[in-house]
């Protein structure tokens, strides 16, 4: 069955650096677009980011534009999402999903918590 | 960017009711519509795509309709595991983006 699994997630001060990962297994990951999903704590759901098959574009929110990186091994089936110059509000839930068919997020990972704090 | 608006954002129902939730886009998206279901502190799940296609697993008395601007998300019967906190979102241009959320709660 399909399975995504995030790690990384943690607690970092302000401006801090922090990569997440995300390991699929049960899917033929080098065929599929992949995102990432935030959730602050109470609120409702934001996209993060995307990026495609190959990993040669990617795409992202205006909100962390210039700050996270996406980026994908095909070959160890591992999505990451690098978060640099890390702020108050970016401390969400960070989930991984696999886009499926009309681009709706089929498949979600149990998430990683990042909590940005001094 | 193509904003989602979703009402109510919560509603009390009891259960055996029939529940609507209508979702309506900014501009128009197609089908380009999907609908997700959350229940507390687990990933959301994917329960309509393409404004009316089931997914695989998902009970029949949960339906989608709707297309262009507005939608709607029905249960025809409510079950306990329905209690839950719903979200539509678009598909059809980049950056995807949410409705703020339904929370249907117990009456």
């Known amino acids: 069955q399909v399975q995504l699994v995030e790690s990384g997630g943690g607690v970092v001060p302000p401006g801090r650096s922090l990569r997440l990962s995300c390991r699929a297994s049960?899917?033929?990951?080098?065929?599929?677009?992949m995102h990432w999903v935030r959730q602050a704590p109470g609120k409702g759901l934001e996209w993060v980011a995307s990026?495609?098959?190959?990993?040669?574009?990617?795409d992202y929110a205006d909100s962390v534009k210039g700050r996270f990186t996406v980026s994908r091994d095909n070959s160890k089936n591992i999505l990451y999402l690098q978060l640099n110059g890390l702020r108050a509000d970016d401390t969400a839930v960070y989930y991984c999903?696999?886009?499926?068919?009309?681009?709706?997020?089929?498949?979600w990972g149990q998430g990683t918590p990042v909590t940005v704090s001094s | 960017d193509i904003q989602m608006t979703q009402s109510p954002s919560s509603l009390s129902a009891s259960l055996g009711d029939r529940v609507t939730i209508t979702c309506r886009a900014s501009?128009?998206?197609?089908?380009?519509l999907n609908w997700y279901q959350q229940k507390p502190g687990t990933a959301p799940k994917l329960l309509i795509s393409?404004?009316?296609t089931l997914q695989s697993g998902v009970p029949s008395r949960f339906s989608g309709s709707g297309s262009e601007t507005d939608f709607t998300l029905t249960i025809s019967t409510l079950q306990p595991e329905d209690f839950a906190t719903y979200y539509c979102q678009q598909s059809y241009r980049t950056p995807p983006t949410f409705g703020g959320g339904t929370k249907v709660e117990i009456k």
């Open positions: 990026i495609s098959y190959g990993g040669d574009d990617a």
């Open positions: 049960g899917i033929i990951f080098k065929t599929y677009v």
């Open positions: 393409g404004a009316s």
């Open positions: 999903a696999k886009e499926g068919v009309f681009r709706g997020f089929d498949y």
């Open positions: 501009q128009s998206i197609a089908t380009y």
